[in-house]
């Protein structure tokens, strides 16, 4: 019988590490901004199928980058975690503190495993408060650590580059269209230092609006309105309207946007184009086992 190779711990560790950030890194990347009536998550994400922003709670959303069907599940189980705590206690119960904790235990557990591999998920969870300084964002890396972040925060892909970006540019008070703004400028710029063009169609925009009447306070931003508010935040996003489609749609509704719009071919036409699109577009990013990356 062969003696086994003897791998130091600190070794083991190293090389799992490595293996999950080359994962998250071929993932495109998320921002998150405050802004002055809330929290806005921006994604580059031209699927309309597989959702990056995710609500989670009343005033808690969720946003990861990396692999899809890891983070999903653990989007799922904050979901459960959130209803089961708020139907047990009180919905004020539910915080992002008490889901980052619980995301934090399971990807530490996962990640400190040698039986399976880690996840190659980056999560960020953020929560809303009735004032911008009441509002928190935590970012989570794979090995399950908590960063507790402030203004802004970028995940997956180019995030050192992009984070650097809007340390230098973000400030307090601004309004959503000068946020989504910032956000899309960031995510445009690539490693070599240009800039390309992000339309909203390839645009994942979702908020958590402290001024909704409404209990829960997520909303995506779709079709003619997310079309208005990258027009009037200037040339790099600015692009012909989109279809209609409800702006406080939930996650129900999010994949009916772009059914229809100016200068499409015709809507059973353009529907199939779409399709393909998303199909083209998730199959380029696949990891080496054939999963989607996002």
């Known amino acids: 019988m062969s003696t086994p190779f003897y791998v130091s711990p600190q070794q083991a560790m190293a090389d799992r590490a490595e293996y ?11 921002v998150v901004l405050q802004y002055t009536d809330g929290v ?9 199928a597989l959702h990056k922003v995710s609500e989670i709670y009343d005033r808690i959303a969720f946003a990861a980058v990396g692999k899809y069907n890891e983070f999903e599940n653990l989007r799922i189980g ?18 992002a503190r008490g889901l980052a904790n619980v995301y934090a235990q399971t990807l530490g557990t996962i990640f400190s495993s040698a039986a399976e591999k880690p996840y190659e998920v ?7 408060g009735s004032a911008p300084e009441e509002d928190q964002i935590y970012r989570l890396p794979h090995d399950g ?51 390309r063009r992000l339309t909203a169609e390839q645009l994942e925009v979702a908020t958590l609006d402290r001024t909704r009447p409404q209990q829960r306070k997520f909303k995506r931003i779709l079709g003619r309105q997310l079309s208005r508010l990258l027009e009037e935040s200037g040339p790099a996003g600015a ?13 129900s509704g999010a994949t009916a946007e772009g059914a229809g719009g100016k200068g499409a071919k015709g809507g059973g036409a353009k529907e199939k184009d779409a399709k393909e699109k998303d199909v ?15």
């Open 145 to 195: 650590s908590i960063v507790d972040e402030h203004g802004s925060v970028a995940v997956g892909g180019s995030a050192d580059q992009i984070s650097s970006y809007l340390d230098q540019r973000h400030r307090d008070g601004m309004t959503l269209s000068e946020a989504l703004k910032l956000a899309v400028e960031s995510l445009s710029r690539d490693n070599n230092g240009g800039e």
């Open 20 to 30: 999950a950030r080359k994962g998250i890194a071929r993932g495109r990347s998320v």
């Open 239 to 251: 692009e012909e309207p989109a279809a209609d489609a409800d702006a406080g749609a939930g996650e």
């Open 78 to 95: 904050g979901v459960r975690y959130a209803d089961l705590r708020g139907y047990t206690y009180d919905r004020e119960d539910v915080t």
């Open 280 to 294: 083209k577009d998730v199959k380029g990013k696949d990891g080496p086992d054939g999963e989607p990356l996002l």
């Open 122 to 128: 980056e999560l960020i969870v953020a929560e809303v």
């Open 40 to 48: 806005v998550f921006v994604a580059e994400n031209p699927s309309r």
